[in-house]
């Protein structure tokens, strides 16, 4: 590496922060530098890519479409750097209470996975969990947590994606449930002849299953807490809906049974305060998770 591949990597942070502020005042601002030099960057960088990242009008700044696909690239560099940073840090020196807010419908596909080892390498960090019903009327605001894994897209100034990942579900059952009344052979099947547990909001969220619900010859058990439905499906009850990260779970997965999923989970965190030690550890190990799912 040389002093002009470090000047590219000074321009693509530029043109991340003209992304979120649609604008190179507000970059300008946010980075002490002027209009001038960032302009001097983004020519630079263009003229080494050779086609433009950038274009402006009376709105503000805005990335083209080559523009957006570089940014998309550049995220290996963010994770890149956050894993020198949390390798440079003793784990056992952070310390502090770290509030995550977890959505309702989604918290079954975040169920505590390797958090003995994180709490190992961390053992100063206490994490508090706060279910957010982003259904119902009561929800828990984001200026309440320091990091959200949320359904929606955030609305706060200061907030700022981590990463987001697409959670895809299935059919799944205990093996004891399939050996005593088999498996259903298709949807008319399922619907016919076994009993269903359901979760309760997944038929906003997945496609076809509010229908199945009416259908249902047996659909007398439901309930809005993930582990209890986890819980209930791996006693044996019957046969519902969850991630597909159960299939590593012991759990008999019924891929032949169509279940399309419009879930996107959202790792969120605020501008301000997600290079703190304690909150960068356990956004590193959200991402984690969510690159497993």
């Not at 960057?41 to 009376?58: A, H, M, P, R, W």
């Not at 996975?113 to 119902?136: A, T, W």
């Not at 498996?183 to 076994?194: E, F, K, T, V, Y």
Request: glycine letters at 6%.
């Amino acid at each position: 590496m040389n002093i002009k591949d470090i000047n590219l990597l000074q321009a693509i942070c530029y043109l991340q922060i003209i992304e979120k502020y649609s604008g190179k005042k507000q970059a300008a601002q946010k980075f002490g530098v002027s209009i001038d030099t960032l302009n001097k960057y983004i020519d630079n960088l263009e003229q080494e890519l050779g086609y433009k990242v950038l274009s402006s009008n009376v709105r503000g700044s805005f990335l083209t479409p080559r523009g957006k696909e570089l940014l998309k690239k550049s995220a290996i560099i963010e994770s890149l750097l956050d894993d020198v940073k949390s390798n440079a840090e003793d784990g056992k020196e952070i310390a502090g209470e770290v509030r995550v807010a977890i959505s309702s419908i989604a918290a079954s596909a975040l169920f505590s996975k390797d958090l003995v080892s994180f709490h190992e390498q961390y053992p100063q960090i206490k994490l508090l969990h706060l279910i957010r019903n982003e259904d119902g009327q009561k929800t828990i605001p984001f200026s309440d947590v320091d990091i959200a894994l949320s359904l929606s897209l955030p609305t706060d100034s200061d907030s700022v994606i981590i990463c987001s990942k697409k959670v895809e579900f299935g059919f799944f059952a205990a093996p004891q449930y399939i050996s005593k009344y088999g498996c259903p052979q298709d949807m008319q099947d399922l619907i016919s002849n076994h009993q269903i547990i359901n979760k309760i909001g997944y038929e906003k969220y997945i496609e076809g299953w509010e229908d199945v619900l009416k259908k249902a010859k047996s659909n007398n058990f439901a309930t809005n807490v993930s582990y209890y439905m986890y819980e209930v499906l791996k006693s044996g009850l019957g046969i519902g809906i969850m991630p597909l990260r159960f299939k590593q779970e012991g759990m008999f997965h019924l891929e032949h049974l169509p279940c399309q999923s419009n879930i996107s989970l959202h790792l969120i965190t605020h501008q301000g305060s997600k290079d703190i030690p304690k909150n960068r550890a356990v956004l590193n190990y959200y991402k984690d998770l969510l690159q497993e799912l």
